[in-house]
């Protein structure tokens, strides 16, 4: 057994494990020879998961399809796990929304922040207090470049990721005494589904797309050493530069850019 077992097996407990960041996770997680919990809606995508996994890595893997936005979905979860260790939690499970505030569907802005807030939240929650006892365990939050200010346009996404910023940091500091490390990964742009997904054109925005692999890589690095980390150098100037010239005008630049990259 290696010193990462030991820290954070033997199993990991990964949400949005089907596609993405979450996937890219997963993997390297297994890599490092964790058995893992994979939770997403897409059975058939889990499958596949599985198999995978379990081939190339030889790990166990367990899969729970799930709506994480369902009222006893965090239940369900501990229940399904009360019988293995989980020693990381990584819920990396979100979605965004691209538009004007005033003109998006309340209901999705609800839906937005609960799978993207109050879900992670009370997953580590439930899962914290079982590590506190055994005195370890880990935490990566996955937040993103857009909590380090408000964004025009995905202002609700920009909000909710800034939750779970400033959530996981100061569980860094809180769970220590428990042995627990906390990090939270904040990517820029990502080639997955997500950005795929938005009305916008990202190449007329000053981003560059990262592998999820090299993001995920960059968030297991940091757990045990940092409270967060940004994936990519361009990135950690963007999310720093709020500390060099006054918060508002990386505000006003972003809702010009992303006004400009809307596809019409």
């Not at 409270?227 to 709020?242: E, I, L, M």
Request: without cysteine; hydrophobic residues 45%; glycine residues 6%.
């Amino acid at each position: 057994m290696n010193d990462f077992q030991r820290k954070y097996g033997p199993w990991a407990l990964v949400t949005g494990a089907n596609a993405g960041i979450g996937k890219a996770i997963a993997n390297e997680l297994a890599m490092r020879k964790l058995n893992i919990v994979a939770v997403a809606r897409r059975q058939k995508l889990l499958d596949a998961l599985k198999d995978e996994l379990e081939t190339e890595h030889g790990v166990q893997v367990r899969t729970l399809a799930l709506d994480l936005t369902e009222a006893d979905a965090i239940d369900k979860i501990d229940r399904a796990t009360r019988d293995i260790v989980i020693g990381l939690i990584v819920p990396a499970a979100g979605m965004a929304v691209a538009e004007e505030f005033n003109t998006t569907e309340s209901a999705r802005n609800t839906h937005t922040a609960n799978l993207n807030m109050m879900v992670p939240m009370q997953l580590v929650h439930v899962f914290v207090n079982k590590m506190a006892q055994r005195k370890r365990g880990g935490v990566l939050f996955v937040s993103s470049l857009f909590a380090y200010q408000g964004i025009p346009y995905v202002a609700n996404y920009a909000a909710t990721k800034a939750y779970i910023l400033t959530l996981g940091e100061a569980l860094h500091v809180e769970l220590q005494k428990h042995g627990i490390d906390v990090s939270v990964l904040s990517p820029g742009l990502t080639d997955t589904d997500m950005p795929a997904n938005l009305p916008l054109d990202f190449s007329k925005l000053p981003m560059f797309y990262q592998s999820p692999q090299n993001v995920a890589r960059i968030g297991i690095k940091a757990l045990g050493r940092k409270s967060t980390v940004v994936s990519g150098f361009t990135n950690k100037f963007y999310a720093w530069q709020n500390r060099l010239i006054p918060r508002s005008a990386p505000v006003s630049l972003f809702g010009f850019l992303i006004k400009r990259a809307f596809k019409f």
